[in-house]
């Protein structure tokens, strides 16, 4: 069984940074995906970043050059860093755990970016 943990969600103005953070219990972190997503009212949700168990990336075009991913593995834990955020990425952001055909969902924090 795993859990995922998200926190370091908040209110910051545009342009602003914040940095997520997904804690994970279980064994099957390292050899795990981990992923980002979000989703705003109204709207589907959407993958923002991916980060595999040897530490490839991938990104959403819409935050590629201000988002990075990264994990510890020693901690089991993923993280998000979010620069120059805009409004309209406004949602709630979710942790995810993929391993051959398992997944898990965190709760999700909430990200509002206003003026």
């Known amino acids: 069984q795993v859990q995922l943990v998200e926190s370091g969600g908040g209110s910051v103005q545009p342009g602003g940074s914040l940095r997520l953070s997904c804690a994970a219990s279980?064994?099957?972190?390292?050899?795990?995906?981990m992923g980002w997503y979000r989703q705003a009212p109204g709207k589907e949700r959407e993958l923002v970043a991916t980060?595999?168990?040897?530490?490839?990336?991938t990104y959403a075009d819409s935050v590629l050059g201000r988002f990075t991913i990264s994990r510890d593995n020693a901690k089991s834990a993923v993280y998000l860093q979010m620069n120059s955020l805009k409004p309209d990425e406004t949602a709630v952001y979710y942790c995810?755990?993929?391993?051959?055909?398992?997944?898990?969902w965190g709760q999700g924090t909430q990200v509002t970016v206003s003026s």
């Open positions: 995810n755990l993929k391993y051959l055909n398992i997944e898990y």
């Open positions: 279980g064994r099957i972190f390292s050899i795990s995906t």
């Open positions: 980060i595999n168990s040897g530490g490839g990336t």
